[in-house]
């Protein structure tokens, strides 16, 4: 069954460069949002499940994630794959700290929400005891789409965010009771 | 491949090291003898060297703690391959838990050197002559020795579980 | 006129840098920390840190009822999961004394040959990957994607898969399984043949290869190596081979063995061991017995849940087996598989209690990375990257 398609036609008022009007919070979240650079902090078998995720199969960089920083400062979104132990905490929060912002954290796996099915003396109950954190994937470990479902969220919050989020009373008290300044 | 039993095995031990072994089993095929923590490193090495056994690949070295056992509590557990007799057989010592100092395998088999590590980590096995004895799992400043029988599996500290959910 | 003083180069006192690798690095595929002493760009000594993700497997182990204890073996190498799960059902097995059907000794082959191919292609594609070659990588992962489809047919997870219970297989094979099975041997080889073809002879990555991080088989058996990386150093040891457990005994396969233990040995190992574990999958696919698919062990293996609705004597054992009342023999057995890193052992000791009294896992990862300093002495940083990613370092094994 052949299916007709029509092109539609301008306006005829209309004619040369068209415009848009939007908010400036609008259409920097749109950029942002389309561009995230993620840094992936992957420790355990997540990381498998994200290596799985940006192969050819599932391809996280059609969401415009696609270059990979493996420095800090030049991260957008802190992407924890895996679980954390208590010796690890702490080289966390530097990879965090180090970060400018505007900075998004998805913790991407059990173990990283909430220490998973490691209930034991060595491991940290979830990344939101050293960071604060966005977005939560679960899954032990999640499937490609549920970790690129987590990015489609970020992404979400990345474009609805206002810009004066980060200067804001409550961003701060958020982060002094993590100890960050 | 000649396959050695373990009767033969057994008793070339026995004849050399006589009242040093102090216990034997077989369990699952396989060969367990106790022998005395003093002369751990010397059956070790006697295996080794000897021409026949040839018990040159240390398969597996790890800590054990029976606190019921009076005066034995903490135990050292050594797998021993011999590659080319296709020939398995397992080690103990045991020593007391107020003092668990054993001689380190090192000199023998340098891939007991992390072994050894994890082994102190977790028992608080003190083994003499190993190069550098730290922890190497838990962090550093941990003052307890975890995988002991007395101490419980979860964090004590935490404030995100509620035990009485989970049966505790 | 200045007087022109020359100083004798040997004279002067070295002084070192110090290069921290890690914990988190791009290049060490986990998280482990390597803190370089350097000469310049040479290296001179390493010192280790481990412990990042240290999860205590082993005292959970003590807590768990043994059918428990099959997702965390899932998480020791979660390259290839299904492995240390058959590991640890036939160590259990061998502790309770159960008998096996073929059809089940022939089903765990296959998943655990398909695993090893899994895990291999993670590691030679990594290599590729920090010598410059993305494109292997790309290509060989849509490939490695099928043998996740095969897993999730068999038991519903694609990575960690809790596959098979003490005793046999939770569930027989349904038809897409055996379609899927046919038709990765049909392609596999062709793709695969093509990611050989983008590395083996390549010039480029030939030159980064050879040469580095080279071991002499008297140190590998010193240090405890088993595995490829063993076998890359000369040494035939493979448990397949030398105490055969799970019909290996029935099929015709070789063990490619290397010569100087470098990066390009392992490489070589590894693709060959692809290539025959594929012929092991073929031959047990292509005999598969008929049969049941576990072994009549009421105490341990779960009823089938419409028995368990109908049947008086079904519930009472589902109930036994779920609350831990079922006798487990005491005694110690120490049982070892051939990992795709090495001999994974699981050394059990029960005192007939619901869970364990002791579990140690004999983890191959922990065991040969002691070697790695000795290995990148006089390397240069590219050539310990290179060494650190041949020898298949999984942080979930190194750790446990």
Redesign the interface.
């Known amino acids: 069954m052949a299916i007709s398609v029509e092109l539609k036609e301008a306006l005829e008022e209309i004619s040369g460069p068209g415009f848009q009007a939007t908010n400036l919070d609008k259409a920097i979240g749109l950029a942002r949002a389309n561009s995230l650079w993620p840094l992936p902090f992957a420790t355990s078998c997540c990381g498998i499940e994200f290596m799985g995720t940006m192969a050819s199969n599932y391809d996280l960089g059609r969401f415009g994630a696609e270059r990979l920083s493996f420095s800090p400062r030049q991260a957008d979104l802190l992407m924890v794959m895996g679980t954390i132990s208590k010796k690890m905490g702490p080289v966390l929060k530097q990879v965090y700290t180090q970060m400018a912002e505007p900075r998004w954290v998805l913790a991407v796996g059990a173990c990283a929400s909430s220490g998973g099915i490691f209930d034991t003396y060595s491991v940290l109950q979830g990344i939101d005891k050293v960071i604060p954190v966005d977005v939560y994937v679960p899954g032990c470990p999640p499937r490609p789409e549920q970790i690129i479902d987590g990015l489609i969220k970020i992404q979400e919050l990345v474009k609805n965010e206002s810009l004066r989020r980060r200067n804001s009373e409550e961003y701060k008290q958020l982060l002094a009771s993590y100890g960050i300044e | 491949m000649a396959e050695i039993t373990n009767e033969y095995l057994l008793q070339k031990l026995q004849d050399q090291f006589g009242s040093d072994i102090l216990f034997s089993d077989e369990?699952?095929g396989?060969l367990?003898v106790v022998i005395n923590k003093e002369r751990n490193v010397d059956v070790l090495r006697w295996l080794f060297d000897h021409e026949e056994l040839k018990f040159?690949?240390?398969?597996?070295l790890?800590g054990?703690?029976y606190p019921d056992n009076k005066d034995n509590e903490i135990g050292v557990?050594y797998?021993l391959h011999s590659?080319t007799n296709?020939t398995?057989f397992?080690i103990k010592c045991f020593m007391p838990i107020s003092n668990p100092v054993i001689k380190s395998a090192t000199s023998v088999?340098?891939?007991a050197?992390?072994?050894e590590r994890?082994a102190y980590d977790?028992y608080g096995i003190i083994f003499e002559g190993h190069p550098n004895l730290k922890?190497?799992?838990?962090?550093d400043e941990m003052d307890y020795f975890?995988?002991r029988k007395e101490?419980?599996?979860?964090?004590g500290t935490?404030t995100?579980?509620d035990d009485k959910y989970?049966g505790r | 006129m200045q007087k022109e003083e020359i100083i004798d180069i040997d004279e002067k006192v070295k002084e070192y840098t110090t290069l921290n690798l890690g914990p988190t690095h791009p290049a060490t595929h986990g998280i482990f920390q390597n803190v370089l002493t350097m000469d310049g760009e040479i290296i001179v000594n390493t010192e280790q840190t481990l412990g990042y993700i240290h999860r205590a497997f082993e005292k959970i182990a003590e807590h768990r009822p043994f059918y428990q204890i099959t997702p965390l073996t899932d998480r020791l190498n979660y390259c290839s999961s299904p492995i240390n799960n058959m590991g640890w059902h036939m160590t259990v097995e061998k502790l309770l004394g159960v008998d096996l059907p073929k059809r089940v000794e022939y089903m765990r082959v296959i998943i655990m040959e398909l695993a090893r191919i899994s895990d291999h292609v993670v590691c030679n594609s990594v290599i590729g990957v920090d010598t410059g070659a993305l494109t292997p990588f790309c290509f060989i992962f849509q490939w490695r994607e099928k043998i996740y489809d095969i897993f999730e047919q068999m038991c519903g997870a694609r990575l960690t898969t809790n596959i098979g219970r003490i005793g046999g297989l939770e569930r027989d094979w349904n038809e897409d399984v055996y379609r899927l099975i046919k038709d990765f041997l049909r392609e596999f080889p062709k793709a695969f043949q093509e990611f050989t073809n983008l590395l083996d002879r390549n010039r480029i990555f030939l030159d980064r290869v050879t040469g580095t991080g080279p071991i002499t088989a008297e140190m590998a058996l010193n240090y405890g190596f088993t595995g490829p990386n063993l076998r890359a150093a000369g040494v035939d040891y493979d448990v397949r081979v030398m105490n055969p457990y799970s019909s290996y005994s029935d099929f015709d396969f070789k063990i490619p063995v290397g010569t100087t233990g470098d990066t390009y040995d392992r490489f070589m190992v590894r693709q060959g061991e692809i290539w025959e574990s594929l012929k092991i999958i073929k031959q047990a696919f292509e005999n598969l017995p008929q049969g049941k698919f576990f072994a009549e062990v009421p105490e341990f293996y779960l009823p089938p849940k419409e028995d368990v609705y109908n049947n008086m004597e079904a519930l009472i054992w589902h109930f036994k087996i779920v609350m831990g009342e079922t006798d487990v023999p005491k005694g110690e057995v120490y049982h070892s598989v051939e990992g795709a890193n090495g001999e994974l052992g699981f050394y059990l000791v029960s005192d007939g209690g619901r869970a364990p009294f002791r579990l140690h896992f004999r983890r191959p990862c922990f065991i040969y990375y002691q070697a790695f300093p000795e290995m990148i002495k006089g390397a240069v940083i590219g050539d310990a990257i290179l060494t650190m990613s041949s020898m298949n370092v999984i942080a979930g094994e190194l750790d446990g």
């Open positions: 369990q699952y396989m367990s040159r690949f240390m398969t597996d790890c054990i703690h557990v797998h590659l296709n398995h397992r088999f340098k891939g050197n992390w072994q994890e977790f922890r190497i799992m838990n962090v975890p995988l101490y419980p599996l979860e964090d935490r995100d579980k989970f």
